[in-house]
C-alpha cells in the first residue's frame, strides 16, 4: 500500500507541474500590469513587431481624411504623391527604431493590458489587440519636428494592430479563470505531493528516482504544450494578421513558461539520476566498494584448518572418509 500509494503521489506530481505553471503564469506574469509591460517591452527592439507596427500606423495616417485631402489638394495626382508617401513610411520606419518609441510601445501596453486581461480571463471576443494611438502621437511630433507640412494635423485616434486571434478563446477563458484563482496554491500543493511521495515510500532509495522522473515528465508535457499551442495560435489566424509579429508576441508571453519546463527538467532529471547512483554506490555495485567474503567449513575444528589437517572438500563428507585422511597424514 506505501509503494502503491507513493507512486500514485508521483503520477500527480507529474500532472500538475504543468498545471502549477500555468496557474503561476496566469496569476504573476499575465493578471500583474508591471509583469506584463516588462515581458512585452523587448518586443520593441524585435524586427517582425516594428515591420507591423510601422505598416499600420502608415496605412493609418495615409488613410486619415484630413492627411489624404491635404495631400490631394497639394500635390494631386503628380507623381511626387508616391514620393510623398514613400517619405512618410520611411519616417514611420526610422521612428520604430528610437527610445521614444520603445517608450510610446509600453504605453500602449500599459494601457492594453487590462483589455487583454478581460479577452483572456473572462470578457467577451476573439481578439488580443494593442491600441497603437500613443505610437501615432509620438510620429506626429516627429513628422512636425522635420517639418512636414500636414503632421500637426494629423488626429490622434485609436489604431489597433492585432497580435492574436482565436476562436478557441471561450474554451481557453474557463481554464484560464480557473488557474488564476489556484495562483500559488498548485504548486505548494505540488511540492506537498512530491514531499509525501518520499515519505510514504517503502522503499526509500527508489522513490526519489520516481520522484524526480515525475517531475521531469511534467516538465515535458508543458513543453509540448507551449509548442502545441503555439501552432494552433498561429494556424488560426486570419491572413491580414501578421504572422511573424504574432508569432514574436506569442513566444513573449509564453517565455515564462518555457524557462520554467526546462529548469524543472533537468531538475527532475538530476534527482533522478542523483538517486540512481546513489543507490549503485550503496549496493556495492561496479564503483562502489565490495565486501570482502568469508567463509567457514561446517563441520571441522578450526585448528584443522589453521594446520591444514583437513583436504578441500565437500564440508558434508562423511566422518569415515575424514579419519582416513588423517591416518594416512
Known amino acids: 500500500m506505501r509503494s502503491l500509494l507513493s507512486a500514485v503521489l508521483s503520477v500527480l506530481v507529474a500532472v500538475l507541474v504543468p498545471l ?21 517591452a ?27 485631402e491635404r495631400i490631394a489638394k497639394e500635390i494631386g495626382a503628380h507623381p511626387l504623391r508616391s514620393g510623398v508617401e514613400r517619405y512618410l513610411g520611411e519616417a ?27 479577452v483572456l480571463s473572462g470578457g467577451a471576443g476573439n481578439t488580443v489587440t ?41 474554451e481557453f477563458r474557463k481554464g484560464f479563470h480557473v488557474l488564476q484563482i489556484a495562483g500559488v496554491w498548485l504548486p505548494v500543493l505540488t511540492l506537498l505531493f512530491a514531499v509525501g511521495a518520499l515519505a510514504v515510500a517503502a522503499r526509500r532509495r527508489r522513490a526519489p528516482a ?20 503555439r501552432r494552433l495560435s498561429l494556424d488560426d489566424l486570419p491572413p ?24 524543472i527538467l533537468v531538475l527532475g532529471l538530476a534527482v533522478a539520476l542523483g538517486a540512481w547512483l546513489g543507490g549503485r554506490l550503496r549496493t556495492g555495485r561496479p564503483g562502489g566498494p565490495v565486501p570482502e567474503r568469508t567463509e567457514t567449513r561446517t ?31
Open 210 to 229: 520516481a520522484t524526480g522522473l515525475g517531475l521531469a515528465l511534467g516538465a515535458a508535457l508543458l513543453w509540448a504544450g507551449v509548442v502545441v499551442g
Open 130 to 170: 494593442i491600441d497603437l494611438a500613443p505610437v501615432i502621437e509620438q510620429v506626429k511630433r516627429e513628422l512636425a519636428a522635420n517639418a512636414v507640412p500636414f503632421a500637426d494635423r494629423i488626429p490622434v485616434e485609436h489604431a489597433e494592430i492585432t497580435v492574436l486571434e482565436s476562436d478557441q478563446f471561450d
Open 92 to 118: 514611420v520606419r526610422s521612428f520604430v527604431g528610437t527610445d521614444a518609441f520603445r517608450t510610446a510601445w509600453n504605453a500602449a501596453n500599459r494601457a492594453a493590458h487590462p483589455a487583454v486581461e478581460q
Open 299 to 329: 563441520g571441522a575444528h578450526p585448528a584443522a584448518h589453521r594446520e591444514g589437517a583437513l583436504p578441500p572438500g565437500d564440508p558434508g563428507e562423511r566422518p569415515e572418509r575424514v579419519r582416513e585422511g588423517l591416518h594416512e597424514r
Open 20 to 40: 502549477s505553471a500555468l496557474a503561476v503564469w496566469a496569476d504573476r506574469e499575465v493578471g500583474d500590469t508591471g509583469r506584463y509591460v516588462q515581458t512585452m
Open 42 to 68: 523587448p518586443l520593441a527592439s524585435d524586427p517582425a513587431v516594428q515591420h507591423a507596427v510601422a505598416e499600420r500606423v502608415t496605412v493609418t495616417i495615409l488613410n486619415e481624411p484630413i492627411v489624404k
Open 240 to 263: 491580414d494578421v501578421d504572422r511573424p509579429a504574432a508569432g514574436a508576441v506569442y513566444d513573449a508571453l509564453t517565455g515564462f513558461l518555457r524557462t520554467t519546463a526546462w529548469v
